[in-house]
């Protein structure tokens, strides 16, 4: 019986370390896309100065 939890125990510790760094992936491509769309928007002109 203690077997059998200690595997459930285990197996869930898997596949939630899993999910979280799909998750902390998904987040970190999201923040690097917007912060790409970002700079592509605040781009200033260069100015001749002479």
Avoid: H, R, W
């Amino acid at each position: 019986m203690q077997d059998e939890i200690n595997e459930k125990t285990v197996a869930l510790y898997i596949k939630t370390g899993k999910l979280t760094a799909e998750v902390l992936q998904k987040a970190i491509k999201k923040l690097l896309s917007q912060e790409k769309k970002e700079l592509a928007t605040n781009v200033f002109p260069t100015a001749n100065y002479k």
